[in-house]
């Protein structure tokens, strides 16, 4: 730096000679005036020589910067005409305001001016780029090529025009090549399928001796044809379970056809009186073998905890579901409650508080249940909870019998900000009737307590509880209060459970069942008589569900009003808000079933910002399936769902076209 100041001083300078000179004759005139004349002459002629020959080279450097302005213009003109890629300028409306001769060559067209670009190339969506801020690429197919498209949009000043506009600049890289490698890669990629039979002691021992061999050679025959057919590779390591492992790209064939294997399976009659059914858990995009066979065992827990006969893909963390339109089949044993309730005990016995919830706005089975365990904490002598935010119509009556009869309760009835601040990590917490964390009373709960028990009924759906210490959840059950009864009966010898408990997990399995009419297996009426030994009163467990005048009249009204898609599924709504609206909805709909001709219903209603709708079926149709389009879940008979930030109308439109989905796909089957 001192260098370069040096170098300017020492740098010669013409106006500093001038004056120098001019300070000099100054002087001379002082003492010399005729000499000084003459210095006055040169000095004026230097200083015109100066101005002139700097003048001159300004001129010149000018001309210089204006030919090389123009060679650059030029050149850039010319750089861009004959740009190696496709170039295209476009308006941000997507009018095409230029293009050079490349994109003629990627598009096949002529005469593109003016013409928008989303119409010539269905692929390419303008408006994501005024949408995105970051990305600045997207990927795009044209005439069996793929392109990169990069793109800028850039500042200009048109004639005519005070105000800056914006041009979308759009340069379109071919990557054919890496778009084909990449496809495939990923369609050599392996998966994994998990495949097991259901039902498989059920099917041999209901099978002659001499069939049996038949019956499940044709199993065998079915799936090794599958496994030929997706040139995959088939093992059977166990007596009812086989892996399948075959290319990604097969996988197409699978859900295409929407995993027949399963119809495949199940009309299978060689003698055998109980249809078998299987179920597969697909494990895709895993980084590692090891990983994809844990993807698949996962896809299987979750299609075995949905009831079997159905199949479930998982990539990473999205899951798919095929099949699942078959009734759960009855367990017929009963050593996994045995199991259950053992482990339940220790797990109780290991904690010094334990909190029982179920899921938001509850109903009789969910607070019934949630009773009946409370009862197994007491039994144990340990402090429970029952976690549980506002009384709704449909446990009004129990609520206010407890509030009546037995108000020793009500101090162990919490809500959910109680329960956060006496939980802690040495806590047990009990989930009944639901198995999804952001439909539970206290969801901040499971976060807080190291040990979580399941204890459910409905079908498993794709979002469940985080690494529960035990799970009790069997589809076939026909409510979460049988299970809960059975597990009572097996927690020890000395069995002490009160007649009121007993009356309201009795109320539970009731209103599931609709009065023992739906989902009712052996071990349903083992489990009722059961609590009737332990004293429940059945017509006490009737005045449970005595309805209002008024509630009685909106329910009419719902069943009045109500519409049919292909004359055996009922839509109705309730249209006026109330506090009784979940509980009008669930009634009506089951209200509609009784209708002649009808195989499924479904009611909606606005209650506290949300649709709510109610599903139920004779079994014909899966309402689970139809309502899991929409976000719900629930059993193959009885589902529910929820939709925030749509209208009435607007909810019924959707659940119209989700039936009629569930119908086409039905049909395609």
């Given amino acids: 730096m001192a260098n370069k100041k040096i170098f300017k001083i020492l740098t010669p300078d013409t106006k500093i000679y001038l004056w120098i000179i001019g300070i000099l004759i100054g002087v001379i005139a002082f003492y010399e005036p005729k000499i000084s004349a003459v210095g006055v002459i040169v000095l004026g002629y230097l200083i015109y020589y100066h101005w002139n020959n700097v003048h001159m080279k300004r001129v010149e450097w000018t001309k210089y910067i204006e030919g090389l302005t123009e060679e650059f213009d030029s050149a850039t003109k010319h750089a861009i005409l004959n740009l190696p890629i496709p170039l295209v300028m476009a308006e941000l409306d997507g009018s095409i305001s230029w293009y050079n001769p490349k994109f003629t060559e990627v598009t096949n067209k002529q005469g593109l001016l003016n013409k928008n670009i989303n119409d010539i190339i269905p692929d390419f969506n ?31 000043k048109r004639r005519n ?78 007596n009812d379970k086989y892996i399948i492992v075959f290319e990604h790209k097969n996988l197409d064939l699978l859900e295409t056809k929407r995993f027949d294997i399963l119809d495949d399976i199940r009309e299978i009659e060689q003698g055998n009186t ?48 095929y099949g699942g339109k078959s009734k759960a089949v009855e367990k017929r044993t009963k050593v996994k409650a045995r199991v259950i309730a053992h482990a339940l005990r220790q797990l109780i016995d290991q904690s010094d508080k334990v909190f029982i919830m179920g899921h938001k706005i509850a109903d009789m089975d969910s607070f019934g249940a949630a009773i009946g365990v409370y009862r197994a904490v007491v039994n144990r002598e340990k402090t429970g909870y029952i976690v549980l935010d506002g009384v709704n119509p449909s446990i009004q009556n129990i609520y206010g019998k407890i509030q009546k009869e037995h108000p020793e309760y009500l101090d162990h009835i919490i809500t959910s900000e109680r329960a956060q601040t ?64 059975e597990i009572l009966y097996y927690m020890g010898d000395k069995l002490k459970i009160e007649k009121f408990e007993a009356e309201a997990l009795l109320a539970g399995i009731s209103v599931d069942t609709k009065s023992f009419t739906f989902k009712t297996g052996v071990r349903t009426f083992e489990a009722a008589s059961f609590l009737r030994r332990a004293g429940a009163d059945t017509t006490t467990v009737r005045q449970l569900f005595q309805d209002d005048l008024e509630i009685f009249v909106s329910k009419a009204e719902v069943v009045k009003n109500a519409k049919f898609i292909e004359e055996t599924i009922a839509i109705s709504r309730l249209e006026k808000e109330s506090e009784d609206a979940i509980l009008i909805v669930a009634q009506a709909a089951d209200a509609l079933l009784n209708i002649k001709g009808i195989t499924a219903s479904f009611v909606l209603t606005n209650n506290e910002g949300k649709i709510h709708i109610s599903g139920r079926s004779l079994g014909d149709l899966s309402v689970q399936l139809i309502l899991e389009k929409l976000g719900g879940g629930g059993h193959l008979t009885v589902a529910g769902a929820q939709l925030e930030d749509v209208s009435l109308e607007d909810a019924e439109v959707m659940l119209e076209n989700a039936i009629r989905e569930y119908l086409e796909e039905g049909e395609d089957e």
């Avoid at 990927?139 to 793109?151: A, T």
């Avoid at 025959?221 to 093992?235: C, F, V």
């Avoid at 969801?443 to 204890?455: A, C, F, R, S």
């Fill in 274 to 321: 109980i249809p078998a059914t299987l179920s597969i858990g697909v494990g895709v995009n895993g980084k590692t073998p090891g990983q994809l066979y844990e993807f698949a065992s996962a896809a299987m827990d979750i299609a075995l905890g949905r009831g079997g006969d159905q199949a479930v893909v998982k990539k990473i963390d999205k899951l798919s579901f």
């Fill in 422 to 485: 006496l939980a802690n990590k040495s806590s047990l917490c009990v989930v009944v009737d639901s198995h999804r964390p952001n439909f539970v009373e206290a969801p901040k709960v499971l976060d807080i307590v190291d040990k979580v028990v399941v204890i459910d009924h409905h079908r498993r759906g794709a979002e469940f509880i985080e690494d529960p210490v035990l799970v009790y959840q069997e589809p076939y059950a026909s409510s979460t209060c049988e299970l809960v009864s």
């Fill in 161 to 238: 025009e005070s105000k800056d506009n914006y041009i979308i600049m759009l340069y379109w890289i071919d990557t054919t090549n890496f778009s084909l490698l990449k496809e495939k890669y990923n369609n050599e990629k392996i998966d994994v399928a998990l495949v097991q039979i259901d039902n498989y002691e059920d099917v041999k021992n209901s099978t002659d001796e001499a069939n049996r061999p038949i019956v499940l050679a044709e199993i065998d025959k079915k799936l090794n044809t599958l496994a030929q057919r997706m040139n995959g590779l088939i093992r059977k390591y166990e």
């Fill in 126 to 156: 303008i408006d994501k780029i005024m949408e995105s801020k970051e990305d600045m690429s997207m990927e795009v197919s044209i005439n069996d090529r793929y392109y990169k498209v990069l793109y800028n949009l850039v500042k200009s």
